[in-house]
T-cell receptor, first 111, second 117 residues
């Protein structure tokens, strides 16, 4: 199946930018997603990108996709304390329905 | 829209008891997924329904687990008998019809946290 890898932890100072990285193995992945999970809550979709795009920006969020290297990143500008959460990278593979998740990156925002 | 509704939010039960988790997908969505989240294994897909029909149940751990979708607005995940290793957060998610809004996005419920003692 699809392998999705993420670094497990990221600590960032309030006001700085956060960059969360993700790599995946299925070159035929069509859609790639970033979900946010706050403690005790479900997964909230932050943004997603179609595989024919290189970049997508949505307010403080910027997604970059490098299809050649199978690398996806999420940049959060002006990181706030409310951004502290676990961020999951997820991709839909060639079967078009199974969403494979990374292990999640725990982002801690310090004052 | 109220989103994906799951119940119960929390369940504590004793080993050997039957557990039933419920899910109401978003109205109009035709795909439904059950995921399990644990610290050790992360998020795992248990079963996927399309138009109320189970398409992929390869993630269901064993025969103690069963899932049904009797109609487009309701699904259950049952564990009988439950064991301590089933303790996890179980998420239901739904996705819309191809070509319709929400077609490419899984919307998750808030999850059901199960503790089996």
């Amino acid at each position: 199946g699809e392998d999705v890898e993420q670094s497990l932890f990221l600590s960032v100072r309030e006001g700085d930018s956060s960059v969360i990285n993700c790599t995946y193995t299925d070159s035929s992945s069509t859609y790639l997603y970033w979900y946010k999970q706050e403690p005790g809550a479900g997964l909230q979709l932050l943004t997603y990108i179609f595989s024919n795009m290189d970049m997508k920006q949505d307010q403080r969020l910027t997604v970059l996709l490098n299809k050649k290297d199978k690398h996806l990143s999420l940049r959060i500008a002006d990181t706030q304390t409310g951004d502290s959460a676990i961020y999951f990278c997820a991709v839909i593979g060639s079967n078009d329905y199974k969403l494979s998740f990374g292990a999640g990156t725990t982002v801690t925002v310090r004052a | 829209d109220a989103g994906v509704i799951q119940s119960p939010r929390h369940e504590v039960t004793e080993m050997g008891q039957e557990v039933t988790l419920r899910c109401k997908p978003i109205s109009g969505h035709n795909s439904l997924f059950w995921y399990r989240q644990t610290m050790m294994r992360g998020l795992e897909l248990l079963i996927y329904f399309n138009n109320n029909v189970p398409i992929d149940d390869s993630g269901m751990p064993e025969d103690r687990f069963s899932a049904k979708m009797p109609n487009a607005s309701f699904s259950t995940l049952k564990i009988q008998p439950s064991e301590p290793r089933d303790s996890a957060v179980y998420f239901c998610a739904s996705r819309g019809l191809a070509g319709r809004p929400g077609a490419n996005v899984l919307t998750f419920g808030a999850g059901s946290r199960l503790t089996v003692l």
